[in-house]
């Protein structure tokens, strides 16, 4: 609680402005003890199990599924019988209601979702409950109104469901990778197996019910947790289509394996975004937007602006202002309703932000942390800015996937240009300029697959979302979503 201080005669005034407490209640969502496969709409007893935790306080939260190569196969058999019993063959209107449905469930459910995506992955819940939420719900919505407008979305191409697909998602947007992943698969009339990160099962397992809720024919979504093995059994399987998202270094894996076996492949990989800051800017939005940036999630975000580019005749300017914000930033239990930065997804996660940061120290750059208290259990890293940095240390070059902002600096467009395609990725970029001939130009010569223009972090699902070059290829959302999922006569 704030303190309070007496000034002479006059009423006491607050000394600090410091937040009261403001936990989220737990209680309305239920988790099980032990949960299974979830196969043919039915759960299947796992064989072997292992244990979920909460981040934040390192509390089991539940026994889950190991799968193994037999569980995997019969998922997969499960989803191939589903596509051919009926699913390929409903009329897309049909198929279209189940997804208005799950949509429409999500909605109804959201607060039990976001409570469990906080718990299970570590973040703050104003950003599962504002962010995560809202945006699978309108994934699955905008889907839904696809369903049955295949042939006008690809027109004289006789669009036509490929059959299985397997899909490998990651721990830092758990329900929301489902949704881009299920809801696109599932409009274009195919059945899917998916599996979870190990980290952050549990939002999918809930998801289950959903399905059941929604009364969606047995098999036609499948979800099998487990570690990487288990992803691995997928991509061998027999399924049409492998749509991944994760690190490069996994993605090249699965692209080596898939390699003439005739199964398509998308791949959303990791990325290295220049958030590009002109002296003409409108500079406190910059800086909110160089905040949510970086620190949105944990900087758990593929996407996230993690190389900043400033002008040089602003620099002093920007970081200074920078600073002050970081000092305002709250990193602390992801229940609480005022929490701005959560917890590290897991241990090996903190392991490697921490390994990168020290490489960053001891290769010349200049860190700044703001004063901060961290809980005593979890995995928490505080906010961190680096200064002087060069092009060529591993913070400028490497992902780091964590709450850490290199700053660069640049004297013309030109230059700018250069070094923000200066990376072996191309997932995303920001400009911030009042000049919208800049933003255009820029825009061109970026190479990313998406670029936000004076904001950044923002996806609605009529956007296409992808990468060039290590950061993958497909693109996932919008009408381009549907086209992995479809061949066409
Ligand atoms: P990861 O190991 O690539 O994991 C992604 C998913 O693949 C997880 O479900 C993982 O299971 C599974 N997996 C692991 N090894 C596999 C294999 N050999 N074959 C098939 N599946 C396998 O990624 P991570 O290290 O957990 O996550 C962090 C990285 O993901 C970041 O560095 C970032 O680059 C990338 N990422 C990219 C995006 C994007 O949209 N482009 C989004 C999020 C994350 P386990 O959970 O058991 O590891
Ligand atoms: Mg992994």
Same mark, same amino acid.
């Given at each position: ?53 909460? %981040?934040? $306080? =390192? ?7 190991? &799968?193994?190569?037999?569980?995997? *196969? !019969?998922?997969?058999? +499960? ?11 409903? %009329?897309? $209107? =049909? ?7 799950? &949509?429409?469930?999500?909605?109804? *459910? !959201?607060?039990?979702? +976001? ?336 670029i936000w223009a004076n904001t950044f972090n923002r996806f609605d ?29």
């Amino acid at each position: 609680m704030t303190e309070l201080e007496k000034k002479q005669s006059r009423a006491p005034v607050p000394s600090g402005w410091d937040y009261a407490p403001a936990p989220e209640a737990r209680d309305i969502v239920r988790i099980e003890e032990r949960y299974g496969h979830f196969v043919g709409g039915e759960w299947l007893e796992p064989r072997e199990t292992y244990t979920t935790i909460a %981040p934040a $306080s =390192e509390e089991p939260l539940a026994e889950v599924g190991q &799968a193994t190569p037999e569980e995997v *196969r !019969s998922a997969i058999q +499960a989803a191939r019988d589903a596509f051919q019993n009926g699913w390929s063959a409903l %009329p897309g $209107s =049909e198929r279209a209601k189940y997804l208005f449905r799950i &949509a429409r469930i999500l909605q109804e *459910r !959201s607060r039990e979702f +976001a409570v469990l995506e906080s718990l299970n992955g570590g973040k703050p819940i104003k950003e599962s409950r504002d962010v995560d939420l809202p945006l699978a719900a309108a994934h699955f919505f905008y889907y839904a109104g696809w369903a049955d407008k295949l042939e006008y979305a690809f027109p004289n191409r006789r669009p036509k469901p490929i059959g299985v697909a397997g899909q490998i998602i990651p721990w830092n947007f758990p329900l929301l990778m489902l949704a881009w992943k299920i809801a696109p698969a599932l409009a274009a009339g195919n059945t899917v197996v998916l599996k979870p990160a190990e980290t952050t099962p549990l939002t999918a397992l809930l998801f289950c019910d959903v399905v059941r809720q929604a009364e969606l024919p047995p098999g036609v979504v499948n979800i099998v947790t487990g570690d990487g093995r288990t992803g691995v059994e997928i991509v061998k399987g027999d399924v049409d289509k492998i749509a991944f998202t994760g690190s490069t270094e996994v993605g090249k894996a699965i692209q080596r394996e898939l390699a003439g076996t005739g199964k398509r492949l998308t791949l959303e990989l990791g990325g290295k975004a220049a958030n590009i800051v002109f002296d003409d800017c409108a500079l406190d939005q910059a800086v909110e937007g160089i905040v949510n940036g970086i620190y949105f999630n944990q900087g758990h975000v593929c996407c996230a602006g993690s190389r900043l580019f400033v002008q040089e005749s602003i620099y002093e300017d920007v970081v200074k202002k920078l600073k002050r914000r970081m000092k305002t930033l709250r990193v602390g239990d992801p229940l609480d309703k005022n929490t701005d930065v959560g917890a590290i997804n897991s241990r090996q996660q903190l392991e490697k932000i921490k390994e990168l940061v020290a490489a960053g120290e001891q290769e010349g750059a200049e860190i700044y942390q703001p004063p901060c208290k961290l809980p005593e259990k979890g995995y928490w890293f505080v906010p961190t800015v680096f200064t002087n940095v060069a092009q060529s240390y591993r913070i400028a070059q490497e992902e780091i996937f964590g709450p850490v902002l290199s700053v660069l600096t640049f004297r013309t467009p030109d230059e700018a240009v250069e070094k923000a395609n200066n990376t072996p990725y191309g997932l995303s970029a920001g400009i911030w300029t009042e000049k919208g001939s800049r933003i255009l130009w820029m825009a061109e010569r970026l190479r990313a697959g998406v670029i936000w223009a004076n904001t950044f972090n923002r996806f609605d699902p009529a956007s296409p979302f992808g990468g060039y070059k290590e950061s993958g290829f497909g693109r996932e959302g919008g009408r381009h979503g549907l086209e992995p999922y479809l061949e066409f006569e």
